[in-house]
């Protein structure tokens, strides 16, 4: 199978290392940024060309462009574009209706997936037109972590949980990390000790089944120094910060599609 990437910045090369790992596929990256995309190729292979290429050549092709250039990347294809290939879109915002009417006749698969998808350990939402689409899609994201299919309807919500959420993550190690930093852990264990835990915790929600709420419980005895920081944490708002985050960023989905 022949799969195509047009847009290689971080989404579009984070794409095309878990596709990379699938047999059977051979890359067409495009050579937009001839710098970055030839970096790109020295590490996973395939081949680079121009968007006309990759749009006549490829069964698939990822779309990893910012959505405001989705509709003039596209149109700047022409008649290139006219074959039976799937589409499959990145873009924050941009729904399948107005991929439809950019790119007629094609299978359509719109994603949200995350930058941890680089490392195998995305979470990525999509939903598809087609089962012909839905199937390629799940093939080829094999090898990027978690993969699940939603309602179009939803994608907003995904996006903010999911594809924004690894920043609101970032965010919260950091300030761990700032926090063992000013009780005198050295930054680089500081650090390590606030992902690890991220990791091991979430690992735990995914592994147990419990409600994150039971796994607190589990570790706050009573009169404890875990509940201390808990009542701190409620009183400074986290949880309601939290939410806010998702709710600014999806608004700001729907602004920008
Ligand atoms: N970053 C995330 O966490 C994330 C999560 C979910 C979804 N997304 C979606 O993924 C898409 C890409 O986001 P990003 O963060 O990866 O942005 P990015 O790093 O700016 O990547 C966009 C890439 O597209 C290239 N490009 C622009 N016009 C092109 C054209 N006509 N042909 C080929 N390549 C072209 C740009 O090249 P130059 O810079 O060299 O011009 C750039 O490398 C967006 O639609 C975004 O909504 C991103």
């Known amino acids: 199978m022949k799969v195509g990437f047009i847009g290689l910045g971080n989404m579009g090369s984070a794409i095309a290392r ?3 790992k699938c047999d059977g596929v051979s890359l067409l990256l495009s050579s937009h940024n001839p710098a970055k995309a030839g970096k790109l190729q020295e590490e996973i292979g395939g081949e680079l060309l121009d968007n006309a290429a990759i749009a006549a050549q490829s069964d698939v092709v990822f779309l990893g462009v910012k959505p405001y250039q989705v509709a003039d990347s596209i149109k700047e294809l022409g008649a290139s574009a006219e074959n039976d290939s799937v589409w499959i879109s990145m873009a924050t915002g941009v729904d399948l209706a107005t991929l439809a009417e950019l790119l007629p006749g094609h299978d359509l698969v719109r994603m949200m997936p995350n930058t941890p998808v680089a ?5 990525t939402s999509y939903s598809s037109q087609s089962q012909r689409g839905k199937e390629i899609f799940q093939t080829l994201m094999a090898h990027s972590g978690k993969v699940v299919e939603i309602s179009e309807g939803l994608m907003d919500a995904a996006t903010a949980v999911a594809g924004c959420g690894p920043a609101f993550v970032y965010q919260f ?14 930054r680089a264990q500081a650090i390590e000790m606030a992902a690890q835990t991220v990791l091991g915790s979430a690992q735990m929600v995914l592994e147990s089944g419990q409600h994150p709420a039971q796994l607190r ?11 201390a920081g808990v009542v701190e944490l409620e009183k400074n708002g986290f949880r309601y910060a939290a939410i806010s985050a998702v709710n600014a960023a999806l608004k700001r989905n729907q602004e920008l599609g």
């Open 18 to 20: 878990a596709v990379a």
């Open 119 to 123: 490392i195998g350990q995305g979470m």
């Open 173 to 186: 190690i950091e300030a761990l990390g700032d926090a063992g930093v000013q009780n005198g852990l050295s």
């Open 217 to 227: 419980d589990a570790v706050t005895s009573p009169g404890g120094s875990t509940i």
